[in-house]
C-alpha cells in the first residue's frame, strides 16, 4: 500500500540507454549500476500494481518524480533539474540524496546508493512529497556505517541453539550445519533492511564456535553467497571470526598477534576473503571475552590484536570492529573492589590512541549487558582518539525476548542524545566514529521477528543510525504508517490502538522488571522470566545486593566500587551522590535503605511495589486495547492472532514478575505496601504488621 504514492505516478530514472546514460554508469561503477536497477526495478514493480509509469530512456512527456545522479542527470527538459544539481554535486556522500519539489519532485545523488534511500525517502513520505513545492533538503546519514550483527550459528548449538538470544525462528542462512539460505527471501531481506536504513550485515555469531570458524576459509563462499543477494541493495557483508582461527582453522600451533606467521597468515586469509567478496566489510571480533580466544593469551592487549587484523584487512579497505565487552566472568561476588561495570573502561579507555584508523572499537551502551535499564558506558566518552561504535540489542534477550511488546527506539534516543562537556553526545562519537551497531532481532520466522511488533525496533534501529536526532515516537509513527496504512479513514483507530500499546511499552516493561537501574533478576541461562537471586551469588558479575535492610550496588568512590568515577563531569558528581542521581538509576548506583525518599517522594519499597502493580495493569489494559481491534485491511487475521497470543503471554509474565519481585521484598524489608495489596502473590490484602 504505501508504494502507491509512488506506483501511481509518472517517474523518470535516466537507464542504460537514456540521458546521460554513459556519464551514469561511469559514476555508478559496476557496484553502483546493480543498485540503480533495484531503484528501477523497484519502481517498475510499483507502477506494475498500481498502474503509473516508469521512464528510462529520457521524460516521454512530465514527470512526477525524477531521480538521477548528479554527474548524469536527465538530460534536458526537467524543470529545476539544472538549478539543483549546480547547488548539490559533490556534497551528498556515498548515501546521501537532495530532494526538492517544483513541477516534479527531484531527487538528486552522487553515488547510487543515495538514488535508493532516496527512493526509500520518497516511499515513507507519500503523497506529501507530491505536494506544495519545497525547496532543497538534503540527507545524509549521520552514521556511516549502520550495522545488523547477527548471532547466527551455523551448527546448532547444545544450549543457545541455532541462533545464539534469537527470538525470531530459525537462522536465514543456516539450518543444523548446512548452509539454507533461499536467494529470494535474502534479497527481500536485504530490501528490507536497505529500507530501515541499514548498510551492512555481519551474518554469524561474535561466539564463533569450530564449524564458524571456518566460513573464514573453506566456507567463504557461503559468505559470498549472502554477499551477492545482498549487494543489490547497497549491502555489504562482515565476518565475526575466530582470534584462535591461525590455530584452530589453520596449521600454526599459536595465535599470537605479533608473530610474523600469524601476520601472514592473517593476510593471506584476507587476501582469500576479498577474491571471493571484494567489497567484503570487514572482521567482527570477540576476543577475551566470555571465554572467546583473545591476545591475552599471549601477553598481548587488545590494541596489539585489532592492529594485527587491521593490518590484514586494510590493503583491501576492510575494518575491524573489535568489542569492548571484556570482563572477568568469574567475578566473586564476596569482593565488593571488582565491579564488571568497571571492565571495558579498564580495559579499553588506556588503549586509547593506540588502536589503527581501521579498527572501530565496538562498545555495549551500557557498562554491564543490555539490561533493561542501564547508564551509558563510560568508555564512550573516554577514548577521543579512537574509532568507537555504539552497539544496541535489537533481539528482546534482556526486554522481554520477543514475546513482550518492547518499543526500543525510546531507550535507543536517550542513550543517543545523552552529552557531557564540550558538546560531545553519544551519537556525535559514534557518528565521528564507527556508527551504531544492533544485534539482529531477525529470523526465519515469517514474520521476520516473532513478535510482529517487533519490527518496529529494527525500523527505529536504522532510522536512528541514520538521524539519532529523530523523534523515537515519530519513528514508531513511519513504520505504523508504513505496515499498517495512511494516518486517516479506516487506519485510524488501528493506529491508535499501536501507540496506545507501543509508544510507553519500554517504560512499562521496565516498571513490571527491574525499577530503579536494578538489573539481572532474571532466571539464569536463557534470562526470561523473574529469578530475583538467580545470578546474586555466581561468578558473573551481575548483583543487587538486597538484604533485609535495603538493595541496591553501591557503586560510588566515597565507599564503593568506584565506577562514579569512570565518568566525565557533571555525570561523575551526580552519579555519586544519592540525592542528584536520577530516580531511574539509583540502584544502579547506590545500596540505599528501603525507606531511602526518591526525588520522586515515594520511599524505594514503595516504589518496588507501585511500580510493580502500575506495569500489570499497562499491560492488561494493552491487551485490552488489541482484542478491542478486529482484524481487518493491512493488519491480517494471522498477524492478528499472533499479537494476541504473545499478549496473553506478556499480561501471564508480568504478573508473575509482579508477584515474584514484591514478595521478595517485601519479606527482606517486611515493611507492607502502603495501599495494603497483596504483595506475596496470595490472592489476599496483607495485614500490615
Ligand atoms: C550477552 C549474551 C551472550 C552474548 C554476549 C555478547 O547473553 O549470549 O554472547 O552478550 O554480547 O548479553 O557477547
New binding site residues.
Given amino acids: 500500500q504505501a508504494w502507491r504514492a509512488i506506483g501511481t505516478r509518472r517517474v523518470f530514472l535516466p537507464g542504460p540507454s537514456g540521458a546521460g546514460a554513459a556519464v551514469a554508469a561511469e559514476a555508478a561503477g559496476a557496484a553502483g549500476a546493480d543498485l540503480v536497477e533495484t531503484v528501477a526495478a523497484e519502481i517498475a514493480a510499483a507502477v506494475r500494481t498500481h498502474g503509473g509509469r516508469l521512464d528510462r530512456t529520457g521524460p516521454a512527456g512530465p514527470a512526477d518524480l525524477v531521480l538521477a545522479l548528479a554527474a548524469a542527470g536527465p538530460g534536458d527538459g526537467v524543470a529545476g533539474w539544472d538549478d539543483l544539481r549546480t547547488e548539490v554535486a559533490g556534497t551528498l556522500g556515498a548515501e546521501g540524496f537532495a530532494i526538492t519539489r517544483r513541477a516534479a519532485t527531484l531527487v538528486c545523488a552522487d553515488a547510487p546508493a543515495g538514488l535508493l534511500h532516496g527512493l526509500f525517502h520518497v516511499l515513507r513520505a507519500g503523497d506529501a512529497a507530491f505536494g506544495a513545492p519545497f525547496g532543497v533538503r538534503r540527507h545524509r546519514p549521520a552514521m556511516r556505517r549502520r550495522m545488523v550483527d547477527h ?1 547466527d550459528n551455523v551448527d546448532v548449538h547444545p544450549v ?1 541453539g541455532q541462533v ?2 534469537g527470538y525470531a525462528g530459525g537462522s536465514l542462512f543456516w539450518t543444523a550445519g548446512a548452509f539454507t539460505a533461499d536467494p529470494a527471501r535474502i534479497r527481500a531481506y536485504a530490501r528490507l533492511l536497505a529500507a530501515c536504513g541499514v548498510n551492512a550485515v555481519a551474518v554469524n555469531n ?2 564463533v564456535h569450530p564449524t564458524e570458524a571456518r566460513l573464514l576459509t573453506d566456507r567463504i563462499g557461503e559468505v559470498a553467497a549472502i554477499a551477492g543477494w545482498m549487494r543489490p541493495y547497497g549491502i555489504r557483508v562482515h565476518l565475526s571470526v575466530s582470534f584462535a582461527a591461525p590455530r584452530t582453522v589453520g596449521a600454526l600451533h599459536t595465535a599470537d598477534p605479533c608473530d610474523p606467521a600469524v601476520r601472514a597468515w592473517w593476510a593471506a586469509a584476507a587476501r582469500d576473503v576479498y577474491a571471493a567478496i571484494p567489497d567484503f566489510g570487514g572482521f567482527v571480533v ?1 576476543a577475551d ?2 571465554g572467546q580466544p583473545g591476545p591475552f593469551g599471549y601477553g598481548r592487549d587488545h590494541a596489539d590484536g585489532a592492529n594485527m587484523l587491521a593490518d590484514a584487512l586494510a590493503p583491501h579497505g576492510g575494518v575491524v570492529h573489535w ?1 569492548a ?1 571484556v570482563y572477568n566472568h568469574h567475578q566473586d561476588w564476596r569482593d565488593r573492589g571488582t565491579d564488571r561495570a568497571k571492565a571495558a573502561h579498564q580495559h579499553f579507555a588506556p588503549l586509547d590512541g593506540r588502536f589503527r584508523d581501521t579498527v572501530i572499537v565496538q562498545v ?1 551502551h551500557g557498562p554491564v ?2 539490561q533493561t535499564r542501564e547508564p551509558v558506558s563510560p568508555v564512550i566518552a573516554a577514548m577521543p582518539g579512537t574509532r568507537l561504535a555504539v552497539e544496541v ?1 535489537a533481539t528482546q ?2 526486554t522481554g525476548q520477543q514475546r513482550h511488546v518492547c518499543y526500543l527506539g525510546t531507550p535507543w534516543s536517550e542513550t543517543l542524545g545523552f552529552g557531557w562537556a564540550g558538546g560531545q553526545t553519544v551519537a556525535s562519537v559514534a557518528a565521528a566514529g564507527g556508527g551504531l551497531v544492533a ?1 539482529a532481532n531477525t529470523g526465519a520466522d515469517a514474520f521476520w521477528t516473532g513478535h510482529p511488533l517487533a519490527q518496529a525496533n529494527l525500523y527505529a534501529y536504522g532510522r536512528l543510525a541514520w538521524d539519532p536526532a529523530l523523534d523515537p515516537c515519530a519513528v514508531l509513527d513511519e513504520w505504523i504508517t508504513l505496515t499498517f496504512g495512511a494516518a486517516a479513514g479506516p487506519d485510524a483507530e488501528p493506529r491508535r490502538t499501536l501507540h496506545a500499546i507501543m509508544d510507553d511499552s519500554w517504560r512499562g516493561y521496565e516498571r513490571y522488571t527491574a525499577p530503579l537501574g536494578v538489573g539481572f533478576m532474571v532466571r539464569p541461562g536463557h ?1 526470561y522470566g523473574p529469578d530475583v537471586d538467580g545470578y546474586e551469588y555466581t561468578g558473573w558479575g551481575t548483583y543487587h545486593f538486597a538484604d533485609r535492610d535495603g538493595v541496591g550496588v553501591d557503586r560510588t568512590r566515597a565507599t564503593g566500587t568506584g565506577f562514579t568515577g569512570q565518568y566525565p563531569q557533571p555525570w561523575s558528581r551526580i552519579y555519586e551522590s544519592p540525592d542528584e542521581c536520577p530516580d531511574e538509576l539509583l540502584l544502579f548506583f547506590h545500596h540505599v535503605p528501603y525507606g531511602h525518599v526518591l526525588r520522586s517522594g515515594t520511599t524505594v519499597i514503595q516504589h518496588i511495589y507501585d511500580s510493580h502493580f502500575a506495569g500489570v495493569e499497562q499491560v492488561e489494559r494493552m491487551r485490552e486495547r488489541w482484542r478491542a481491534l478486529p482484524p481487518g485491511g493491512l493488519l491480517s487475521a494471522a498477524l492478528h492472532a499472533r499479537v494476541s497470543e504473545r499478549l496473553d503471554e506478556q499480561v501471564r509474565s508480568a504478573r508473575e514478575w509482579r508477584d515474584q519481585i514484591n514478595a521478595y521484598f517485601f519479606r527482606k524489608s517486611g515493611v507492607p505496601d502502603a495501599d495494603r495489596r497483596a504483595l506475596d502473590g496470595a490472592r489476599r490484602p496483607v495485614i500490615p504488621r
Fill in positions: 548471532w543457545m545464539e538470544r561474535v561466539n570477540k571475552s566470555e568489542r565487552f555495549k549487558d543490555f540489542q534477550e534482556y544485534v534470562h
